[in-house]
């Protein structure tokens, strides 16, 4: 768990209460580095605790675990310190490609869309999908002119652009051996204000997610991701793969994932996490915690996820992992490291 003990939560375990709500959120799990500014990881307490008491303010206000985690990743992807929506790392073109998904536990219904490019916000795609097609996942072109058909918000490449994530993507090409590019293919925008001095050289894994159950016993999961630096162009990562990245069943949990999206697709996490609550009678934190220590390679990344009871667990085998989390009993925290505890 982030800063909360192990003997505390095991305390937290009722049985489902109409009254009980919980979420948890994420901004990407990575390794920063020791040099990072003091003012960079303030920023990122900050708009962790801003955009945990939007959320909490909706939950506790009535709203719907669905319509919050869409709201709470909404607020993610318009942040530019966070690796989705704007402050999405470029291609190996040094292009923008996005993608999002979202979960109703209550039905299992879900929708997806990977590779935007001209979207605001990807989740809101991802939840018309859902609601709007007979289909799970869309992509490319055709999943941008569908959100353009149903009047989402379109934006040029240079909305995307943050200075910090390019200097990030700069290091990734040379790394990689692949052309270092010296300004955006699109140009290079005006920065619309001073960037926050960062010393974060990380090459971001980097995703944003929310996991919520709300006070009439119901799970959702949202997820949004700008991807990979310096991915092949057209890659799709875990987070548009409903159960790769994201899941959410009533019986269970709803999760959400953050990092090396090919481990998180290739053993299927978010499912496996589900199904092992959900039909193996296994608890969430025993489950979370096996999945990061043996099941995903080390540094791989993390998982949030809440239980139909109300359980929450966060747990991650990286350096870092932007967080925040709240739920009726009182709980409510904002961490950044792996180690951090009250």
Not at 191 to 205: H, L, N, V
Not at 217 to 229: C, D, K, V, W
Request: glycine share 12%.
């Amino acid at each position: 768990m982030p800063t909360q003990s192990l003997e505390k939560v095991d305390s937290l375990i009722t049985s489902p209460s109409s009254s009980r709500w919980a979420i948890a959120l994420h901004g990407g799990a990575g390794c920063l580095p020791d040099n990072v500014t003091p003012e960079r990881v303030l920023a990122y307490r900050q708009s962790l605790e801003r955009i945990l008491r939007l959320a909490v303010d909706l939950l506790t206000g009535g709203g719907t675990a669905l319509d919050v985690a869409e709201r709470t990743v909404m607020a993610l992807e318009d942040d530019t310190l966070f690796n989705a929506g704007k402050g999405s790392v470029p291609n190996q073109l040094g292009y923008h490609q996005l993608d999002a998904s979202i979960m109703d536990g209550r039905q299992l219904a879900c929708g997806a869309v990977g590779a935007v490019s001209t979207l605001r916000n990807p989740i809101r795609a991802a939840r018309l999908v859902m609601e709007q097609t007979r289909h799970i996942l869309l992509v490319g072109k055709d999943a941008d002119d569908f959100g353009r058909l149903h009047q989402l918000d379109q934006v040029s490449q240079d909305y995307y652009f943050d200075p910090v994530r390019w200097e990030q993507f700069e290091a990734s090409q040379q790394q990689l051996g692949y052309p270092v590019l010296k300004t955006p293919p699109y140009g290079m925008p005006e920065p619309a204000e001073q960037p926050i001095a960062t010393g974060d050289t990380d090459i971001s894994r980097g995703t944003v997610g929310c996991v919520v159950l709300d006070s009439s016993g119901n799970l959702a999961s949202a997820t949004s991701t700008g991807g990979m630096s310096s991915k092949t162009c057209g890659r799709v990562g875990d987070t548009g793969i409903i159960g790769g990245g994201t899941y959410a069943d009533n019986r269970g949990c709803a999760i959400s994932c953050t990092g090396h999206g090919e481990q998180f697709m290739r053993h299927s996490i978010a499912f496996q996490v589900n199904w092992r609550v959900s039909r193996q009678n296994e608890s969430l934190q025993d489950v979370v915690v096996d999945c990061i220590d043996n099941v995903l390679q080390p540094g791989g990344g993390g998982i949030i996820a809440v239980d139909h009871r109300g359980n929450l667990s966060l747990e991650m085998n990286t350096k870092s992992m932007h967080r925040a989390w709240a739920d009726s009993t009182g709980q409510r925290g904002v961490a950044v490291y792996r180690d951090e505890t009250r």
